[in-house]
T-cell receptor, first 112, second 113 residues
Framework: SQTIHQWPATLVQPVGSPLSLECTVEGTSNPNLYWYRQAAGRGLQLLFYSVGIGQISSEVPQNLSASRPQDRQFILSSKKLLLSDSGFYLC???????????FGPGTRLTVT | GENVEQHPSTLSVQEGDSAVIKCTYSDSASNYFPWYKQELGKGPQLIIDIRSNVGEKKDQRIAVTLNKTAKHFSLHITETQPEDSAVYFCAASGNTGFQKLVFGTGTRLLVSP
């Protein structure tokens, strides 16, 4: 069966510091991968998606970037965090096509 | 682009009652409608979904209905239990090679014993 991992689970970072969140998927090949952000008490906002290694599409202009160095690895980064980057970051995967999308456990990021 | 509206934002029911959450979407080309349950501090969990060639789908105590003409779909939970308490999100997606989900703003369901 497929499993999706995210780490770290929680992170507290000062403003201006760099960020690296990692997501890996097991048990499938060539998945679509997604990064979402969820503000407190809000819905899910799609940040990036990837249909293959090195292929990244951005949905919202922001202080963040994403990379996909391996088929089942998706990384969310920032060079300098802003207070507004605080939130719950979720990685998700799906098979190619109109198939179900599955979420990871999330990373709670607090920028102080 | 697609826009999904979800109501109510909060819903309180007694254990054993039914709960209904409603969503409307704007893009008539959307053809996939999943529902997610999110417990506190966890990632959303897919609980049921429906595609546009089906009007209703049921899985034990949960069911989803879809009205393509009116562009709305609903989640029905029967015989609610305290463990059903969570935030529920609806979403809609078009039929493209890449599946982009647009989410509603969520409904906080509280089931009281």
């Amino acid at each position: 069966s497929q499993t999706i991992h995210q780490w770290p689970a929680t992170l507290v970072q000062p403003v201006g510091s760099p960020l690296s969140l990692e997501c890996t998927v097991e048990g499938t090949s060539n998945p679509n991968l997604y990064w979402y952000r969820q503000a407190a008490g809000r819905g899910l906002q799609l940040l990036f998606y990837s249909v293959g290694i090195g292929q990244i599409s951005s949905e919202v202009p922001q202080n963040l970037s994403a990379s996909r160095p391996q088929d089942r690895q998706f990384i969310l980064s920032s060079k300098k965090l802003l207070l507004s980057d605080s939130g719950f970051y979720l990685c998700a995967w799906s098979l190619i096509g109109p198939y179900e999308q599955y979420f990871g456990p999330g990373t709670r990021l607090t920028v102080t | 682009g697609e826009n999904v509206e979800q109501h109510p934002s909060t819903l309180s029911v007694q254990e054993g009652d039914s709960a209904v959450i409603k969503c409307t979407y704007s893009d008539s080309a959307s053809n996939y409608f999943p529902w997610y349950k999110q417990e506190l501090g966890k990632g959303p969990q897919l609980i049921i979904d429906i595609r546009s060639n089906v009007g209703e789908k049921k899985d034990q105590r949960i069911a989803v209905t879809l009205n393509k003409t009116a562009k709305h779909f609903s989640l029905h939970i029967t015989e609610t239990q305290p463990e059903d308490s969570a935030v529920y999100f609806c979403a809609a997606s078009g039929n493209t090679g890449f599946q982009k989900l647009v989410f509603g703003t969520g409904t906080r369901l509280l089931v009281s014993p």
